[in-house]
């Protein structure tokens, strides 16, 4: 069973290639508040985004288009022991794919400003989502990356 | 540009069919966190699996397999008002896929057990990731979907 997805828009960032991304910023939980860029949604998409400047923070699902396969155990970039690639955010995955929640910052037509942006130029999206309540859990146990964590951004 | 991808897994639910989850559930933050199932991951991706017992959280992402077409302008199941797609959380997406935060109660082999699943049985499973820190999001603001979140689970 093959699932077929199509782009609905593309990220703009700062980031123009994977090398231009600091990998210690990863260990912080604000390290990519302050990076701007805007997702273009592609026009016949348009209509979807009515009502989104609403909410404070998207899930932006994406396709990770710079990796090339994957291996079960991979070594974060966090880390130097191998883990399981889904105990990992690696884009080294079956499926290339992330996630990544984002402040929306405003709207002019199919053009989203946010920031909170990890994903480097031209990153093909696949969907956008309302974060809400129901996203927002505490009391995280983080396994291998307790201590990789800082504390503040 | 097509994106094929293949699913990991699958969900068993106590949702046998969509019909068996009541609407009402979706506008409580913890309204799924009872509900109990199991993540079966292919025995071919077994070994990813590996270091995810150490976190409490996962993001799932999956097909909403039920799902046929889309409209840009949907009708959410908390409210009558037709709104912006990518401002809900509807199935039916221009790519149908569904995120979900669940809580890993153990492993056996490739068989999670969690908690917090909202899919029905048999939804093909896309990736697991482990939620972090920098999915924790506060001062969340919540567009039209703000008075129709309960404050109760």
Redesign the interface.
Known sequence: ????????GIVHSPFKRLEDIEPGK?AY?R??NSIHGQLE?FEE?E?????????????V?F?FHKAEGFK??TKPLLDDTL???????SPH???P?G?T?V?VRGRKGNILEVSGVDMIEGT?I?????????????????????DK?KKES
């Open positions: 069973m093959d699932i077929k997805l199509k782009p609905i990863y939980p390290g990519f949604i998409y209509a979807g985004l009515k009502d989104i400047e609403g909410f404070t923070h998207l899930v699902i396709v079960l155990h883990r399981g690639v889904f105990s990992t955010r995955r079956p499926n794919i996630v929640v402040n093909p696949l969907d956008l989502k309302p974060y809400t309540p129901r996203d927002q859990k505490s009391s995280l146990r983080l396994g291998w990356l307790d964590m």
